[in-house]
Nanobody
Framework: QLQFVESGGGLVQPGGSLRLSCAAS????????IGWFRQVPGKEYEGVSC????????NFADSVKGRFTISRDNAKNTVYLQMNSLKPEDTAVYYC??????????????????WGQGTQVTVSS
């Protein structure tokens, strides 16, 4: 089973930035498309962003386009989510997982493996 460790969350004021990291545990994530997801307790999860195994293809939810970027460093076995211009509605637990459908395809966020333990992002003044 593929295991991921998310980190980098925290408390930030509206308009601030955070960079989340998704590290692979015990395997190389270079072969996998990786997605970031978020969930607020009691609500459905949202697929935030996806990056192909090569990094050449990315996809973003409309709610974060223009504010978030995704990147990967396969040598460091890590995928990053840079979040800028954060809003209170970005508050959630963020998770990463292997995505089993190409990122450019509609529905990429419905076909994925197991999440890690998640990292809390709170945007509040």
């Amino acid at each position: 089973q593929l295991q991921f460790v998310e980190s980098g969350g925290g408390l930030v004021q509206p308009g601030g930035s955070l960079r989340l990291s998704c590290a692979a545990s015990g395997f190389s994530l270079a072969y996998y498309a990786i997605g970031w997801f978020r969930q607020v307790p009691g609500k459905e999860y949202e697929g935030v962003s996806c990056i192909s195994s090569s990094g050449g293809s990315t996809n973003f939810a409309d709610s974060v386009k223009g504010r978030f970027t995704i990147s990967r460093d396969n040598a460091k076995n890590t995928v990053y989510l840079q979040m800028n211009s954060l809003k209170p509605e970005d508050t959630a637990v963020y998770y990463c997982a292997a995505v089993l459908t190409p990122c450019f395809r509609r529905g990429w966020d419905a076909d994925f493996g197991s999440w890690g333990q998640g990292t809390q992002v709170t945007v509040s003044s």
